[in-house]
């Protein structure tokens, strides 16, 4: 039986990270280690890519109002 996924992959790991070096004060020490934890996860899961869930819509819309 094929296991459903519920999140894309290391989309924790990125989150992580992305929250990591919007906190205040930023601790580079930890981000780093973070940048370390999502590379990690990147080769084991062989991630080629990363996208928004939503890339395609929004660049959909901006196109129709450049117009």
């Given amino acids: 039986m094929e296991k459903t996924r519920d999140k894309p992959e290391c989309a924790v790991e990125a989150l992580d990270l992305l929250n990591c ?6 601790d580079q020490d930890k981000c780093l280690r973070l940048v370390q934890v999502l ?17 395609q819509g929004k660049e959909a819309n901006q196109s129709s109002k450049k117009a």
């Fill in 21 to 26: 070096v919007a906190q205040s004060p930023f």
């Fill in 39 to 55: 590379r990690d996860c990147v080769v084991n899961k062989k991630v080629k890519k990363f996208s928004l869930a939503d890339e």
